[in-house]
Every structure is written in C-alpha cells, then in structure tokens.
C-alpha cells in the first residue's frame, strides 16, 4: 500500500514540474503584452540651449517639447496626459 501512494505522490510532483515551464511561458507572454502594448516615444529633435536640454517626442502620433526629466518618465511608461503636457505647436 505504501507503494501506491508513492506513486501517486510522484505523479502529483511530476504535474507540478510540468506546471512550472507553463507558468513560465504564461509570465513571459504577459511580459511581451505589457510592452506592446505600452506607448512608443520617438525623439525627433534635440535642443541644447544655456546649459539645458529639450527634447521634441513623437508619442501616439502628438508631439512635445520635454525636459531631460520628463523625458525619463515618458520612456518609463508614463502617458502625456499622466504628466500634463500640451502638444508642440508645429514648427
């Protein structure tokens, strides 16, 4: 009898290895997701003007004049709006 439940006790472990690669692939996939799905900042001009420094972003089709700081946020996942930025007035 005690071989019996051996058995099924290395069974039951042989599903848990198998669960192990699944949940794996399920974590790698909702990582591709998260970044797929998370916006594109595109730098289409760069300013060094007094010691400072401008960046015009293309995020979601609108463009932006940032700083060095909002550029970080911006490429951290934050959205425009998160960080109350008006569209660039075309140049």
Same mark, same amino acid.
């Given at each position: 009898?005690?071989?019996?439940?051996?058995?099924?006790?290395?069974?039951?472990?042989?599903?848990?290895?198998?669960? $192990?690669?699944? =949940? +794996?692939?399920?974590?790698?996939?909702? @990582?591709?997701?998260?970044?797929?799905? *998370?916006?594109?900042?595109?730098?289409?001009?760069?300013?060094?003007?007094?010691? $400072?420094?401008? =960046? +015009?972003?293309?995020?979601?089709?609108? @463009?932006?004049?940032?700083?060095?700081? *909002?550029?970080?946020?911006?490429?951290?996942?934050?959205?425009?709006?998160?960080?109350?930025?008006?569209?660039?007035?075309?140049?």
């Amino acid at each position: 009898m005690l071989m019996g439940s051996r058995c099924v006790s290395g069974s039951v472990f042989s599903s848990e290895a198998m669960a $192990s690669p699944v =949940a +794996r692939e399920k974590s790698r996939r909702a @990582a591709v997701k998260t970044a797929l799905e *998370r916006h594109k900042v595109y730098v289409t001009a760069q300013r060094f003007s007094g010691g $400072s420094y401008s =960046a +015009r972003v293309l995020v979601d089709g609108e @463009a932006y004049w940032v700083d060095e700081f *909002r550029l970080s946020q911006l490429r951290q996942g934050l959205t425009p709006a998160e960080l109350e930025l008006t569209p660039a007035a075309d140049d």
